[in-house]
Each structure stands twice: as structure tokens, then as C-alpha cells.
């Protein structure tokens, strides 16, 4: 049982996070090592937050399918199982302990100050200011962290009417939830928005190497416990990998709504994954766009308060952002 706790402490990290503050695997197959280490954030070069990985470009090729007996359930069919979404209390309850420092949250004037990860005390806190109807404005700066926390905040941003000014950086959930739900969104002189995946992530490269999320999610579970020298019953091993598809594909479920809610295309969040723009994510920390490119996902009412044109380059520096031009839209 305490291996069964294991896995999925893992791989939740893994499968459902799509790379928010994580480090996406080469391949679908984890290491060992990979799998056994706690979820990373970016690393700013100039910034006020902690660490960070570099956007790891997807495999080209669909990686080799784990031998059955590491797998453990070669019958299982996992992309024909009837798995119900969780609700959201169910998934607020798997939730609630993520782990990760609380961000720092005051008021200044009518402006709320949010410096920190996407966390359930910053959701609580958000929600509270938000019923005392004192501020109009969420000034943000954070490297991102777990995609429910973000879209939680994003509702509570967007059900107010309220700005978002990015000092600094937002990044990853940020620039995925927070960004996009605000009425209008300002980006402080010198400032970046960065992107590097999104809940849709896993799925999206599941599809470029002909798999399914639903395998990815079983075969990374089955090799990870392989390599750890774990030992399940079939039945322990079946309710993992479900527990971890119901999770991943609710995640999936409330972000497509939550863009379908705003108003913004979710291409966003994996445009720089998509095949024609992998060569300029080489070595990057992730991505971001000119104003212009980003109206095109419907994210408008942007202004840029910078002299020079955004992104500057000392913005796109504090996490190495590579600079993606839309053409296909």
C-alpha cells in the first residue's frame, strides 16, 4: 500500500500537471531517478522566485511500449474503461495539500499583491478580497505551479472584473489562467508572460507519437514502479492508474471550459509545441508572444508599458524565452 501512495504522489506530478513547474520527460517512460525527486520550479536569472528547468522539446518518435510484464496489465485496455470525471470537491480534496510555499498576498489601495505559486491559500485568500468588493485590480508576479490552483484563481479574477498587472513575471499557470481572465492586462516595463504547457499537455504528446493520454499515464506508472522495485497487485495497480486518468482528464475538462469561459483559444498554452515550432524551443525556458500574436488566441485589451517593444529582451532573458510568431491563425 505504501508503494501504491507512491505512485500516485508521483505521478500526479507527472501525468497531470503538463509541465507546470515540472520538467516534461523525453519520453512518455520515466526514470527512476526522474520520478522520484519532487516538481521543480523555473529558474529566473533575475527574478524574485525559485529555480528553474528548461522547456524540454517532445519526442519526435513514439517511444518503445513497456514489455507486458513491466507493465503488470497487459489485458487492461485502459482507453476502453468507463473512468467518470471527478467532481470538484473531489478534486479540491486531492488538492489541497499540494505542496509548495504559500504566496505572499496584500492590498495596496485598490489593488491586490500576489507574489508566489498557485496554491490553495492564495485561491483563499483571493476569494475572500474578492467578496469585500475593495479592489479592482490583481498585480501578479509568480512562476506558476499546480494547473487546478491556477484556473481557480483565474475564475475568481474573471468572475470580478478585475485588471491583471504582471510586474516581474508570470509564467507558466500564470500566463495560462491568471493572465488571460483579467478584464484588461497590463505588463509593467520590463516585465515578461511566458508559456510551457498546459493540462492538455500530456495528452497533446501522446497524440504527436500516435499513443493515447490514457496509456501514457499506465505505462509511466507501471515502468516508474518497475524501476523503483515496487510490487502491486494487479487490483493496486488498476486503481492507480484510473485514480491518475480521472485526475488528468478532469484537469482536462475544467480547463477546456475555463477558455471557453474567457473567451481565449487553449492553443495557447501548447502553441510552441506544435511541430512547425519545436526547432526554436531548442534550449528555451519556454515561450511568449508579441501583442499582436496574442490577439489572435483572443487574449486582447493588452498594454505594454515599456518604451522599448515587448517582449524586451532583458524580459525575455529571465527564463530564456524563445519568441514564437503566429502565422497559422
Excluded at 500500500?1 to 516534461?24: I, K, N, P, Q, Y
Excluded at 502553441?271 to 519545436?278: S, T
Amino acid at each position: 500500500m505504501r508503494a501504491l501512495v507512491f505512485v500516485l504522489t508521483v505521478v500526479m506530478m507527472l501525468a497531470v500537471s503538463g509541465c507546470e513547474d515540472c520538467e516534461c520527460p523525453d519520453a512518455p517512460q520515466p526514470t527512476a531517478a526522474a520520478v522520484a525527486t519532487s516538481t521543480p520550479e523555473p529558474t529566473a536569472t533575475a527574478a524574485t522566485e525559485p529555480t528553474a528547468t528548461s522547456t524540454p522539446t517532445p519526442p519526435a518518435t513514439a517511444s518503445p511500449e513497456p514489455a507486458a510484464e513491466a507493465r503488470g496489465f497487459a489485458d487492461l485496455d485502459v482507453d476502453e474503461l468507463d473512468i467518470p470525471l471527478l467532481s470538484d470537491s473531489e478534486l479540491e480534496a486531492n488538492l489541497r495539500s499540494v505542496p509548495g510555499v504559500a504566496p505572499a498576498v496584500t492590498v495596496e489601495g485598490s489593488s491586490i499583491v500576489y507574489s508566489g505559486g498557485m496554491h490553495p491559500d492564495g485561491y483563499d485568500a483571493l476569494v475572500q478580497l474578492g467578496e469585500r468588493g475593495e479592489v479592482s485590480e490583481l498585480v501578479i508576479s509568480s512562476l506558476g505551479g499546480e494547473v487546478y490552483w491556477g484556473m481557480k484563481i483565474g475564475e475568481v479574477v474573471h468572475e470580478n472584473g478585475w485588471d491583471v498587472r504582471v510586474r516581474g513575471l508570470c509564467f507558466s499557470s500564470c500566463a495560462n489562467y491568471i493572465f488571460p481572465a483579467g478584464q484588461q492586462k497590463v505588463i509593467e516595463e520590463g516585465a515578461v508572460v511566458g508559456w510551457h504547457g498546459s493540462a492538455r499537455q500530456s495528452q497533446f504528446f501522446a497524440e504527436q507519437q500516435g499513443t493515447s493520454g490514457r496509456q501514457q499515464i499506465a505505462d509511466s506508472i507501471s515502468l516508474a514502479l518497475q524501476q523503483a522495485g515496487g510490487n502491486l497487485t494487479q487490483e493496486a495497480l488498476t486503481e492507480a492508474v484510473i485514480h491518475n486518468i480521472a485526475l488528468s482528464e478532469t484537469r482536462i475538462e475544467l480547463e477546456r471550459a475555463f477558455y471557453e469561459r474567457i473567451g481565449v483559444d487553449s492553443d495557447i498554452s501548447v502553441y510552441g509545441f506544435f511541430p512547425q515550432h519545436l526547432g526554436s524551443l531548442a534550449g528555451a525556458g519556454g515561450w511568449t508572444f508579441i501583442l499582436e500574436d496574442m490577439a489572435k488566441f483572443g487574449l486582447d485589451d493588452v498594454i505594454y508599458e515599456g518604451s522599448e517593444v515587448y517582449p524586451s529582451e532583458g524580459g525575455r532573458a529571465l527564463l530564456d524565452l524563445a519568441l514564437i510568431r503566429v502565422d497559422d491563425r
